[in-house]
């Protein structure tokens, strides 16, 4: 595809281009989004809000990157920002030492499918299940995240080991389960 | 501590992450995005409206302010002044219109043969045009109880003979005036008195004013002698209210105002960010080398900047004067630029900014270089508001020095701003802080030229308001100096 034209296109006000765009995007980005959020509802919401700001600011899109990375860029920002204004998600944002859990050196395979693994992420609570997402799978380095979430390093940094902790646990129990089971139990 | 195998394992189930979104997302961003268009083309559409709208008040106010204050005058009693007549009202006869004339006190008023009358005072009125209206009035309609125009051309036939509308108190064509002996009709002393506050034919028309500012509705109803109360009363009034008029010193003027000058961007606070600042996307003024190190980035340079809008001022003492206005401000800056890189048109912020500068719209991102100048131009939509003193009290050449501030919303900007990441200039009305709080100061010289009221002076303008919205960037202020003028129209 020729991004170049469309983009273009899509600043003439295209609605066609603008579709095209949309629909070439949009099923990975609400992947993006599925992450960071509780629910499909929220994910699509903040789909929504992120592809409206595609469109607002594409003008400033040099093509010097990849389109891809940059509305990615621009899904994830919108989903911390959904995340810090929404009231479900601020609690958990706060980084509170009570809810702190422990770091364990474990290593284990990823044998999970795609939508295993993203489901086991996404009921990390929301402030591991952000920093996890940033740091493991963005690659945003510790300071970044920081600057990113307002916290300090450090916090960034110990955050994401104990949610390391807690996901490789929780695939731990999902594969033991699954293999006696078969069948999937919310941890 | 950790083995980056996980994460690369993670990182790989997750980059086959993929839904498929419900079609109310799409519907929704396709909505959203077209109200914004919608939006931005109706504000566009409204601005203009707005502009032309309180230009063409202003101009209605100093239209009106101009007048002399007599008209003024005689615009308010004419306001006042009761129902129109008609020939049908001239036809009415008898002994009812006979008492009309007789409640003036006056019977030295002779009935007029009536026929002749009928058509000729009808003429008389309908030709003579306001004045000859208002004669006929005062000649006898100010005291009808209906407040009707009564059938005075039928009893009076100064107005019925004088179809110039001549000033029934005038007396010298007016045999009327012969009737009306002015030691019996109180209001002829009424509108001596009247007469002394003008002279010729204002004086003419100040005479009108007793009757003219006479109710007709609060004496409607009431009977004759109420009426006649009412016509005593209002006389008395008519010389107060003449006297407030006049005394009405310091009424809101309006006026143009223009100026030109340069602008240029101030930058603070860059010492305690600097790095940050330099590191950042900066803004066109950053000075340091791009990633390719064989382009630079140009400095700002200042360039013209000019002014116009409409400007009222309301003195508020001798020496104290409020003025506000609404100006429309162009700012410009230069800078110097590399070959463009990317051949794209875009929508242009301002419809302003693309019948003006057409060229600057042939690409959206330039490299940094020395290839070409490039003008940034702002447009900013100004409310002023300033206290000016005036300094001596020299009618020659008063000196007058101002101060105030203006709230600005930019209007429209095809400003390049600089990426030191990418290291282009890329164009981004986003990033400008759209509404500007500004402070500014002159000292103006009053120059009277004809009744026409000058004042010009050297003026500084500094924004407070940062011009973008990332302080990463560096604070930078627009910093305006040039040559300030007023113009007021003078009273006549």
């Known amino acids: 595809m020729d991004y170049h034209q469309l983009v273009k296109d ?25 992450r960071y959020t509780k629910s499909m509802v929220d994910a699509e919401d903040v789909l929504q809000e992120g592809f409206i700001m595609v469109f607002k600011n594409l003008h400033q899109f040099t093509f010097t990157g990849e389109l891809g990375g940059w509305i990615r860029r621009i899904m994830i920002n919108t989903a911390i920002n959904y995340l810090k204004k929404n009231s479900r998600y601020q609690t958990d944002l706060l980084f509170t030492e009570g809810s702190l859990h422990p770091v364990s050196d474990d290593d284990p395979e990823v044998t999970l499918s795609t939508k295993e693994l993203a489901e086991l992420i996404r009921q990390l609570p929301p402030g591991y299940q952000a920093i996890f997402n940033l740091h493991a799978i963005e690659g945003y380095s510790h300071v970044e995240i920081g600057k990113i979430l307002g916290i300090k390093e450090g916090t960034s940094r110990s955050q994401y080991a104990r949610a390391r902790s807690l996901l490789i646990s929780w695939i731990y129990k999902y594969s033991a389960v699954n293999k006696n089971e078969s069948t999937y139990v919310r941890p | ?214 109710m007709p509705g609060l004496a409607r109803g009431q009977g004759n002698a109420a009426a006649i109360k009412a016509a005593k009363l209002s006389s008395k009034s008519a010389l107060i209210s003449l006297s407030t008029i006049q005394k009405t010193k310091r009424p809101w003027e309006a006026g143009f105002v223009a100026g030109g000058g340069l602008s240029r961007l101030n930058r603070v606070n860059l010492s305690s960010n600097r790095n940050q600042a330099l590191s950042a996307s900066l803004y066109n003024i950053a000075n340091g080398p791009t990633s390719s190190g064989k382009n630079y980035v ?69 490299i940094a270089g020395d290839k070409q100048n490039f003008t940034n131009h702002y447009y900013f939509l100004e409310l002023p508001v300033n206290i000016q003193y005036q300094l001596n009290k020299s009618r ?56 026409i009221r000058i004042q010009a002076g050297p003026q500084v303008q500094y924004g407070l308001t940062p011009l973008i919205n990332n302080h990463s960037q560096g604070d930078q202020h627009f910093l305006y100096t040039g040559i300030k003028v007023v113009i007021v129209p003078g009273r006549k």
């Open chain 2, 1 to 214: 501590m950790y083995d980056p195998k996980f994460e690369k394992g993670v990182r790989q189930k997750m980059e086959g992450l993929e839904f498929i979104p419900s079609e109310t997302v799409w519907a929704n961003v396709q909505k959203a995005v077209a109200n914004r268009h919608r939006r931005r083309t109706g504000f566009y559409f409204w601005r203009f409206v707005l502009s032309g709208v309180l230009l063409a008040g202003a101009v209605a106010v100093l239209y009106y302010e101009a007048k002399p204050v007599a008209d003024g005058a005689t615009v308010k009693k004419a306001g006042v002044s009761p129902a129109p007549a008609t020939p049908g009202a001239a036809s009415v006869q008898g002994s009812a219109a006979h008492a009309t004339s007789l409640s003036r006190g006056t019977a030295t008023v002779s009935p007029a043969p009536a026929g002749t009358a009928e058509s000729s005072a009808a003429a008389g009125h309908l030709t003579a045009g306001a004045r000859g209206e208002g004669n006929a009035r005062r000649a006898g309609g100010a005291f009808d109880p209906t407040g009707a125009f009564r059938p005075v051309g039928a009893h009076n036939p100064a107005v019925a003979h004088n179809p110039a509308g001549a000033h029934h108190a005038t007396g010298a064509h007016n045999s009327a005036g012969a009737h009306n002996g002015t030691g019996e009709n109180e209001f002829a002393g009424a509108d001596e008195q009247l007469t002394t506050t003008a002279s010729g034919e204002a004086a003419s028309d100040e005479a009108v004013i007793a009757p003219y500012l006479y």
């Open chain 2, 396 to 451: 020659l050449l008063p000196l007058f020095v101002e101060g105030g501030f203006s709230l600005a919303r930019l209007m429209g900007s095809d400003a390049l701003f600089y990426n030191s990441h990418s290291g282009v200039y890329y164009k981004d009305p986003a990033v400008l802080q759209k509404t500007q709080l500004n402070v500014s100061s002159a000292v103006m010289i009053g120059l009277p030229f004809h009744g």
């Open chain 1, 10 to 34: 899509c600043l003439r006000g295209d609605p066609a281009a603008q579709k095209l765009l949309y629909e070439h995007f949009a099923g990975p980005m609400l992947g993006v989004c599925y």
């Open chain 2, 298 to 366: 140009s400095d700002v340079r200042p360039d013209v900047s000019f002014m116009a809008g409409i400007y009222l001022q309301k003195g508020l003492s001798s020496r104290w004067t409020l003025n506000l206005g609404m100006n429309l401000h162009y700012y410009s800056t230069r800078i110097t630029i590399g070959q463009p890189v990317s051949t794209y048109v875009p929508v242009s912020a301002s419809l302003i900014a693309s019948s003006l500068a057409p060229s600057a719209q042939s690409a959206t991102a330039y």
